[in-house]
């Protein structure tokens, strides 16, 4: 499966951007994704992440309640809706997937699939 993330883009703090992971190459359904992050200097770090069927989903402590990830398997789309965003959320963001059927993980090494990552940039 390919990933192209998007709708990264420059943002005050408080404010809000949606991002979106668009899937192409293989029946997306069987796939769970995960979405991580990179700030320069840093580790990468595991974000949001939902299984294959949008049942479950799992949330760095960080983000709840600010992030919400989505799927829309018709589409072959996954969503990272996040609000109330901080300095500290500045980062290159990746979308990536598993072909696996359990609950998302935080590993990512978990994931053989990951896009090109869109820049999210949060001023203060």
């Known amino acids: 499966v390919q990933l192209q993330a998007s709708g990264g883009g420059l943002v005050q703090a408080e404010g809000s951007l949606r991002l979106s992971c668009a899937a192409s190459g293989d029946s997306f359904n069987n796939y769970a994704v995960g979405w991580f992050r990179q700030a320069p200097g840093k580790e990468r770090e595991f974000v949001a992440g939902i299984d294959r069927n949008g049942r479950r989903t799992k949330y760095a402590e960080s983000m709840k309640g600010r992030f919400t990830i989505s799927r829309d398997n018709a589409e072959n789309t996954v969503s990272l809706q996040m609000n109330s965003l901080k300095p500290e959320d500045t980062a290159v963001y990746y979308c990536?997937?598993?072909?696996?059927?359990?609950?998302?993980?935080?590993?990512?090494?978990?994931?053989?699939?990951w896009g090109q990552g869109t820049l999210v940039t949060v001023s203060s």
């Open positions: 990536t997937a598993t072909y696996y059927s359990g609950p998302p993980t935080r590993i990512p090494t978990d994931y053989e699939y």
